[in-house]
Nanobody, 125 residues
């Protein structure tokens, strides 16, 4: 079993930055893809960024390209999301996710095998 524990959510002003972290616990060797998703109020969960661990390929949603960067720790048991130039529309619950299969493209939520509990990000204008 894999457990994902997010941290780093906060309330920030528009234009600010923050860094989300996700600790990956358990059988991390069974994971081939890790990702960040988010769900804004009254919206569906959407993919933000992903890393295919085998090929070290990253993907970022168009809405965050150039502002957010996904990365991982050296031991592959920590995932990060550096978020800069934050906008009010980035307000959401951010979820760490892991997939047993690879992810050449940004994965869909229904392909995710393991979810974290989420961390709240609020961007004030």
């Amino acid at each position: 079993q894999v457990q994902l524990v997010e941290s780093g959510g906060a309330t920030v002003q528009a234009g600010g930055s923050l860094k989300l972290s996700c600790e990956i616990l358990g059988f991390a060797t069974s994971i081939s893809c890790v990702a960040w998703f988010r769900r804004a109020p009254e919206s569906k969960r959407e993919g933000v960024a992903s890393i295919d661990l085998g090929r070290s390929k990253t993907n970022h949603a168009d809405s965050v390209k150039g502002r957010f960067t996904i990365s991982r720790g050296n031991a592959n048991n920590t995932l990060y999301l550096q978020a800069s130039s934050l906008k009010p529309e980035d307000t959401a619950i951010y979820y760490c996710a892991a997939l047993k299969g690879g992810c050449w493209f940004l994965p869909r939520p229904d392909y995710v095998d393991f979810w974290g509990q989420g961390t709240q990000v609020i961007v004030s204008s």
